[in-house]
């Protein structure tokens, strides 16, 4: 119902939906998902923690801060961490390969570099679907 | 059939005929490659080099043969682009997709700059209504006022207003930053789902009403909060990206940021629930 009351629950922990399903309310658990984001997406960048693919990007943008990728943030899908690519309109799996930092900063600048990796390469589905359905 | 007030709310849907939609994320099955070139722009976006420059003078031009005209600068390399005598022309820069610096020397109409993806445009005038509609990244840089609904649909990027600015500021944006130098009218961030405001003066009435996500920081007064609006703790973090921000744009106030006031949704009309349907349809 429209105005019912926020009845999910805080994100405490950094692996909250790696280790379990992140369902903690009742709420949550009676309709079986979290409600909400799966991140802070409030959470701004904290610009110590830029790596330097990252500022060699900003560089060659033009740009003094991170710009759109202040939004980007790594999320988690069916327990694995993922990035939401807003070009595909899905979320893109982080490799196990990955190590991942013990703390949400960090985890963010790592989701930013792959996500613009994989937007900027030529395996990304844009490329096909431009190719076929582009106008101009 | 079972009396309803016994079953769980999934049974009673299931009995109801309705299904309950599942609302995790959808997955492509895409998977990062660690070993991935170091790529920093779109593959079929054109080489630009930003010395390389060129003006179009629009006095004599519709919209449509100005937004050709840069993209066909832009295919020749061009990286630094000058608009002269605009003239208040409609849905001026719309649709660039790819890095390019754009100068624009006087005002613009409606729909200035939409849907951009990657270029910084500044703009020594005025814009209307609803410039950086739907922008996804990018930086645009106003001198003077704009109309209302400034950034309308943000998605991304910076859009930057040194002057004041209409009612409906940063209607329905998805994320983004927004960030006036003065002040900005009522229902400022209605229904916003997330990315950032800063405004450095005051804000009109209802502001933030029915917003989702987000955060808004006003330096000055607040008429009144809209529905689910509530004033949250200004963070150290918080500061700091605020000073960096401003300080980026030559719009940090002289009394600094710690006055500011930051407002987020207070998510009493957050209504991610799968079994909706079926609650409606009991109560019906």
Avoid at chain 1, 43 to 62: Q, W
Avoid at chain 1, 68 to 88: K, Q, S
Avoid at chain 1, 108 to 134: G, W
Avoid at chain 2, 65 to 90: A, C, F, T, W, Y
Wanted: with cysteine; hydrophobic share 35%.
């Amino acid at each position: 119902m429209a105005g019912t009351s926020y009845k999910g629950s805080e994100i405490k922990d950094v692996d909250q939906f790696i280790k379990g399903d992140g369902l903690e309310s009742s709420r949550e658990k009676e309709i079986g998902q979290h409600i909400g984001y799966r991140y802070d997406v409030n959470l701004v960048p904290d610009y110590d923690r830029l790596t330097p693919f990252l500022a060699k990007y900003l560089e060659i943008m033009g740009w003094h801060d991170l710009n759109w990728l202040e939004d980007v943030h790594m999320g988690y899908e069916d327990g694995n961490p993922a990035v939401f690519d807003r070009n595909i309109n899905g979320w893109v799996r982080v490799p196990d390969s990955i190590k991942l930092p013990d703390n949400q900063q960090d985890r963010d600048m790592i989701a930013r570099e792959l996500l613009i990796k994989f937007q900027m390469s030529d395996r990304h589905p844009l490329v096909q679907l431009r190719q076929a359905y582009t106008k101009f | 059939m079972e009396s309803m007030n016994n079953m769980t709310q999934e049974e009673r849907a299931e009995q109801l005929g309705m299904m309950s939609e599942p609302l995790t994320g959808r997955s492509m099955q895409e998977f990062f490659e660690p070993s991935e070139d170091d790529n920093f722009v779109y593959p079929w976006a054109p080489v630009v080099d930003p010395a390389k420059s060129a003006e179009i003078d629009t006095d004599e031009m519709n919209t449509r043969e100005v937004n050709e005209r840069i993209r066909q600068l832009m295919d020749e390399g061009v990286g630094s682009i000058k608009l002269l005598n605009p003239r208040g022309k409609h849905s001026l820069a719309v649709g660039i997709l790819s890095r390019v610096n754009l100068e624009v020397e006087g005002s613009m109409g409606y729909f200035a700059v939409g849907l951009i993806d990657g270029p910084n445009v500044r703009i020594n005038g005025r814009v209307g209504w609803s410039c950086g509609e739907n922008m996804m990244a990018g930086t645009v840089v106003i001198e003077k006022n704009a109309g209302s609904t400034f950034g309308a649909a943000i998605r991304g990027g910076d859009l930057v207003c040194k002057g004041s600015v209409g009612s409906r500021t940063g209607i329905d944006m998805k994320g983004g930053t927004i960030i006036v130098g003065g002040d900005t009218g009522a229902l400022t961030g209605f229904m916003m789902q997330r990315g950032r405001m800063i405004f450095c003066g005051n804000a009109g009435k209802n502001l933030g009403d029915s917003m989702y996500d987000g955060t808004i920081f006003v330096g000055g007064d607040i008429k009144s909060f809209g529905v689910d609006a509530v004033e949250a703790e200004l963070t150290d973090l918080d500061k700091s990206w605020l000073k960096r921000k401003l300080e980026g744009y030559g719009m940090l106030p002289d009394k600094g940021v710690d006055h500011f006031t930051k407002v987020v949704a207070g998510k009493q009309l957050w209504n991610y629930d799968n079994l909706e349907p079926s609650e409606k349809k009991l109560i019906l």
